[in-house]
């Protein structure tokens, strides 16, 4: 349950909403596909101590942005699902003391079947979380143990039940295009998982990328023609099943976008806390800062200064931010933000749609997304 919040006579700063994201740093076991930083977890953890230790994390912020209007938080990692109910009451009610939450804040948190049971996710909600992203990543036992995951088929098929009872917006993750995988198996794998009408999935192409194991093994991606083949299949079973993209690997119905992901594709200030965060918070003079915590999580635990790095942020960084950022998304970006004739050239080939001042990827586009986000940031600074 969360404190009541604070009185207060004065206005709330005319200033976009912000966004806070704190990083659990720990997973019961490390899978080869990962390349985020989290470690094992210890046998013992005092969560007393990194309680007090994400707390001073979010001070260094509070006299720049105290007072603002926080439209989302969202625990991630790692696992958030091994941390106790009263470890995100108390992160909440810290946030609270310092921040106004918006009445229909999206809070959400990351779980994985393994740590996911009926009384933990009420428990999770009764502390204050009202999403749920589940990382299920397969229903089936022999692509679970390529994975590395700990649940199996069964355990993953539970958990997102119970995730469905308990919480309506609920989103959990697939990842498909790994090797030797076939449109007639991701076909008959993605209807199954469509067939729970959750209202958010995100669903990952297979990334081989250091330091993961599967790259230190010289394990081969599957290859691109084939990749692309299922990432179209995928577009048109989610179209069909009514939660459409919005995102190149996210797809939701209508309304239930996560906002907190929107947050970072709009380019909006949030501020990251926690092992290896990121941040994108306007602090001194006004100016916005691009701000990176200790990445490691027990030099996290012990630095003083839990930032190690504070970068500020340029006219032309920001602009390219933007670009790379906004164009992932179906709601585009600006076309003033790059090159109108290069963007153009895109849209007469079928890549771009130019619309409402705005250009975003087709579906072929989708596919080359990243030649095409490079050219237009090269043709930004050219202009």
């Known amino acids: 349950m969360l404190l009541k919040k604070p009185e207060t006579k004065e206005k709330t700063p005319a200033k976009e909403?912000?966004?806070?994201?704190?990083?659990?740093?720990?997973?019961?076991?490390?899978?080869?596909?990962?390349?985020?930083?989290?470690?094992?977890?210890?046998?013992?953890?005092?969560?007393?101590?990194?309680?007090?230790?994400?707390k001073k994390a979010l001070d260094f912020y509070v006299p720049f942005t105290k007072g603002r209007r926080v439209q989302s938080v969202y625990f991630g990692g790692g696992t958030?699902?091994?941390?106790?109910?009263?470890?995100?009451?108390?992160?909440?009610?810290?946030?609270?003391c310092n921040y106004i939450v918006e009445d229909n804040?999206?809070?959400?948190?990351?779980?994985?079947?393994?740590?996911?049971?009926?009384?933990?996710?009420?428990?999770?909600?009764?502390?204050g979380i009202n999403r749920f992203s589940l990382g299920v990543q397969a229903f089936d036992d022999e692509v679970l143990?390529?994975?590395?995951?700990?649940?199996?088929?069964?355990?993953?098929?539970?958990?997102?039940?119970?995730?469905?009872?308990?919480?309506?917006?609920?989103?959990?993750?697939?990842?498909y295009a790994y090797p030797k995988h076939t449109v007639r198996k991701w076909q008959q794998q993605l209807?199954?998982?469509?067939?729970?009408?959750?209202?958010?999935?995100?669903?990952?192409?297979?990334?081989?990328?250091?330091?993961?194991?599967?790259?230190?093994?010289g394990l081969e991606p599957i290859a691109e023609d084939e990749a692309a083949d299922l990432y179209k299949l995928t577009?048109?079973?989610?179209?069909?099943?009514?939660?459409?993209?919005?995102?190149?690997?996210?797809?939701?119905?209508?309304?239930?976008?996560?906002?907190?992901?929107?947050?970072?594709?709009?380019?909006?200030?949030?501020?990251?806390?926690?092992?290896?965060?990121h941040g994108r918070v306007r602090l001194k003079g006004g100016e916005l800062y691009a701000i990176e915590q200790v990445r490691a999580p027990f030099n996290w635990l012990k630095a003083k200064d839990k930032n190690a790095e504070l970068l500020l942020l340029n006219e032309e960084e920001k602009r390219e931010e933007r670009v790379l950022m906004g164009l992932r998304t179906r709601e585009g970006v600006d076309l003033d933000l790059v090159d109108a004739v290069k963007a153009q050239e895109y849209a007469e080939k079928g890549l771009l749609?130019?619309?409402?001042?705005?250009?975003?990827?087709?579906l072929e586009g989708r596919l080359i997304l990243d030649t095409i986000i490079a050219d237009l940031i090269i043709e930004s600074k050219e202009g």
């Open 235 to 277: 577009d048109e079973m989610t179209a069909a099943a009514g939660i459409p993209w919005y995102e190149v690997s996210n797809y939701a119905r209508e309304g239930a976008q996560s906002r907190h992901n929107l947050a970072y594709w709009r380019y909006l200030e949030y501020i990251g806390i926690g092992p290896s965060a």
């Open 191 to 217: 209807s199954f998982a469509l067939s729970f009408k959750a209202p958010h999935m995100s669903l990952y192409q297979l990334v081989i990328e250091p330091p993961s194991v599967f790259y230190n093994k």
């Open 145 to 175: 143990r390529f994975l590395g995951r700990r649940h199996n088929g069964k355990e993953a098929l539970s958990a997102l039940e119970n995730t469905l009872k308990v919480f309506a917006n609920a989103s959990f993750d697939m990842i």
């Open 353 to 362: 749609v130019l619309e409402k001042g705005k250009a975003f990827p087709t």
């Open 80 to 96: 958030p699902s091994l941390l106790p109910a009263d470890f995100f009451e108390t992160i909440l009610s810290y946030i609270q």
């Open 17 to 54: 909403p912000l966004a806070i994201y704190v990083h659990f740093g720990f997973c019961a076991s490390k899978c080869p596909y990962c390349d985020f930083m989290s470690e094992k977890i210890p046998e013992s953890l005092d969560f007393g101590l990194w309680l007090e230790e994400y």
């Open 105 to 127: 804040a999206e809070i959400t948190m990351e779980g994985n079947p393994s740590s996911v049971t009926l009384a933990k996710l009420k428990a999770w909600k009764v502390a």
